[in-house]
């Protein structure tokens, strides 16, 4: 029992020093009259509980998904807000912290579930979505550095260094990389590095 109520202990705290690196970026939405007090509240409100369900002793996906989802809710709704009042492209605490904060999420997610390439390819489409080439070619090598055995990973990596991170000599390495890792019955016919 003793163990028990020390580990709510430490989900609380963990979770209160979440929602306080939150801080700077809700007062921002604030000051700028984005979001009022209300909807502060609400938005505090639901990253609590998002945060609690993550730290469950079992962890779901669908949790993970379900808190991408409102955050990239918050920030369409930031952006179309901040549009309609006309303000200025600022370098403020708020302007980049629901990416930042969905990036986050996707590296949380992606290390209990390093096996799902369906999440894998759901991350790499926000990558790209939101302009992070950056962390697109990270979470490329990633993937397949814990799933080496996945040609369709291997391929959309080479892909993405040929075409998109125009660096052919990266798509060579991936390909060669590849095919020593998988198996030579599941190698795609084509590839792009010719």
């Known amino acids: 029992r003793g163990d028990h109520c020390f580990s709510v202990a430490a989900m609380t705290e963990a979770v209160q020093q979440q929602l306080e690196g939150q801080i700077d970026e809700l007062r921002d939405l604030l000051r700028r009259n984005i979001f009022d ?7 505090i409100r639901r990253r609590k509980a998002f945060e609690y369900a993550l730290r469950r002793r079992q962890t779901r996906k669908e949790d993970f998904l379900a808190y991408i989802q409102y955050e990239l809710h918050v920030e369409a709704l930031r952006k179309k807000r ?4 006309n303000l200025q492209k600022k370098n403020t605490p708020s302007e980049f912290a ?8 996707f590296k949380r997610a992606l290390q209990k579930f390093k096996g799902d390439v369906r999440l894998w390819n759901q991350y790499f489409q926000f990558c790209r979505t939101s302009g992070g080439n950056k962390a697109l070619g990270k979470a490329f090598a990633t993937a397949v550095q814990y799933n080496p055995r996945e040609p369709g990973l291997w391929v959309n990596a080479a892909k993405w260094e040929f075409e998109e991170n125009v660096n052919i000599n990266a798509a060579r390495s991936e390909t060669k990389r590849r095919r020593n890792m998988v198996p030579k019955k599941t190698h795609p016919q084509h590839t792009h590095t010719h």
């Open 98 to 105: 629901i990416i930042k904060r969905v990036h986050a999420l």
């Open 37 to 43: 007090q209300d909807e502060i509240r609400h938005i």
């Open 82 to 85: 901040k549009l309609a009042l």
